[in-house]
């Protein structure tokens, strides 16, 4: 079984910063691509951020230059820094990772996080 667990999520009011985690565990060979998305009421579900077992990174328009995605190979985890933070980036945000495990390269979401962007 393999698990993406995430944490870090919570309200911050406008301008504030939260740093979102996502740990992979379970029977992991490697991790190719690891991602950010978010969902918000009403609104479909888009990529934030998305970064390769190479560390090659790329953005949402909406997010480049207040949002750093980065990974620590060795821990299996994934982190989005998000700084400057708008109502509008008020969201579940779930991890996305490509897991090369027993049986093959499969696809894997977290259970999500609530980031709430309020005063």
């Known amino acids: 079984q393999v698990q993406l667990v995430e944490s870090g999520g919570g309200l911050v009011q406008p301008g504030g910063s939260l740093r979102l985690s996502c740990a992979a565990s379970?029977?992991?060979?490697?991790?190719?691509?690891m991602g950010w998305y978010r969902q918000a009421p009403g609104k479909e579900r888009e990529l934030v951020a998305a970064i390769t077992s190479g560390g090659s990174t790329d953005y949402a328009d909406s997010v480049k230059g207040r949002f750093t995605i980065s990974r620590d190979n060795a821990k299996n985890t994934v982190y989005l820094q998000m700084n400057s933070l708008k109502p509008e980036d008020t969201a579940v945000y779930s991890c996305?990772?490509?897991?090369?495990?027993?049986?093959?390269?499969?696809?894997?979401w977290g259970q999500g996080t609530q980031v709430t962007v309020s005063s």
């Open positions: 379970g029977s992991i060979f490697s991790i190719n691509d």
């Open positions: 996305n990772a490509h897991i090369r495990r027993p049986g093959g390269l499969l696809n894997y």
